[in-house]
């Protein structure tokens, strides 16, 4: 299965300001998604990062807030913007190769808004 | 309804005993499922899919499906402690916009005790 790395692995952010998590996959993946994983909470999906097209979104969750690019087929970033302590969280990458094909999860970006 | 629905539990066993981790899911025509093992601090972790109506044995591990009921369980034989994890469903769409894209239950906590 592909190996997916992303960084940071955790930082702590100031109120306002925009961070961007970045996954690198080891190997061409038709499909990537970016989830969050709230304190106690299960993942919810954000978004499906589109190569070479605008992100789809998931209801409750906007471009302007979550703006995504997906350059290559091995490459995306997340960027989350004007940070308030409800976006601290944990944000996960997963890819998936083809349609039929079990998804893998990176090891996730832990972000903290004070 | 949930999309996916799990116990949260905690569900606790002996050591050596089968756990019986349950899903249930309100799409009849999903047609993908897997289960994702996540311990405290890390991220998820596929250790079973299963596309097909029955069981599905890898190891201490048995999947099993039953799309008339839209159920899915995961067994776990001879559990051990290092098996204490967080269990998450995972349902993958079949329809729509999000076409393929994975659904998370609440997952369940599963603590087993030496």
């Known amino acids: 299965s592909a190996v997916i790395s992303q960084k940071p692995s955790r930082d702590i952010c100031q109120r306002g300001t925009s961070l961007t998590i970045q996954c690198q996959v080891d190997s061409q993946v038709t499909m990537m998604f970016w989830y969050r994983q709230q304190p106690g909470q299960s993942l919810t999906l954000i978004a499906t990062a589109n190569q070479g097209s605008e992100a789809t979104y998931e209801s409750g969750f906007v471009i302007d807030k979550f703006p995504i690019s997906r350059p290559n087929l091995t490459f995306s970033t997340l960027t989350v913007s004007n940070m308030s302590p409800e976006d601290s969280s944990i944000y996960l990458c997963?890819?998936?190769?083809?349609?039929?094909?079990?998804?893998?999860f990176g090891d996730g970006t832990r972000l903290s808004i004070l | 309804q949930k999309e996916v629905e799990q116990n949260s539990g905690p569900l606790s066993v002996p050591e050596g005993a089968i756990a019986s981790l349950n899903c249930t899911y309100s799409?009849?025509?999903?047609?993908?499922f897997f289960w994702y093992r996540q311990y405290s601090g890390k991220s998820p972790e596929l250790i079973m899919f299963i596309y097909s109506n029955g069981d599905k044995e890898d190891g201490r591990f048995t999947a099993q499906l039953n799309k008339a009921s839209q159920y899915v369980s995961l067994l776990i034989r001879d559990s051990q402690p290092s098996d204490s994890a967080t269990y998450l469903c995972a349902v993958k769409r079949n329809y729509g916009g999000s076409q393929g894209n994975l659904i998370f239950g609440k997952g369940t906590k599963l603590s087993v005790k030496p």
């Open positions: 997963s890819a998936r190769d083809t349609f039929n094909q079990p998804q893998h």
């Open positions: 799409d009849r025509g999903s047609q993908s």
